[in-house]
Nanobody, 126 residues
Framework: HVELVESGGGSVRAGGSLRLSCETS????????MGWFRQRPGTEREGVAV???????HYASDVRGRFKISQDNARPTISLQMNSLKPEDSAMYYC????????????????????WGQGTQVTVSS
């Protein structure tokens, strides 16, 4: 049974930083594509960044240069360092995972992922 658990959300002022983490349990495969997705109220869930077991990454254009995704293959665990946060970054952030390496289209293809966490709230005030 695979489980993903997010942590690290919270409230911060614009320009501040937060670091999200996603820990897995029950993962039995060496290859994976894992990522962060977010959903603002009244909008669809969207991709933020994904990373695979080889360390290849893909970012949404509006976070590139501000956010950095990283991985630890031991669990596996992924993190998202979010810097220069903006009010529009406020959302529920979800971790997702699936087997195999990432392709760029997986950043926007939510149905690709079989496993999802419960989410962690990020609120950025102006």
């Amino acid at each position: 049974h695979v489980e993903l658990v997010e942590s690290g959300g919270g409230s911060v002022r614009a320009g501040g930083s937060l670091r999200l983490s996603c820990e897995t349990s029950g993962w039995h495969y060496s290859m994976y594509c894992m990522g962060w997705f977010r959903q603002r109220p009244g909008t669809e869930r969207e991709g933020v960044a994904v990373i695979d077991s080889d360390g290849d990454t893909h970012y949404a254009s509006d976070v590139r240069g501000r956010f950095k995704i990283s991985q630890d293959n031991a669990r596996p665990t992924i993190s998202l360092q979010m810097n220069s946060l903006k009010p529009e970054d406020s959302a529920m952030y979800y971790c997702a995972a699936d087997y195999g390496l990432c392709q760029s289209w997986m950043l926007t293809s939510l149905h690709h992922y079989d496993y999802w966490g419960q989410g962690t709230q990020v609120t950025v005030s102006s």
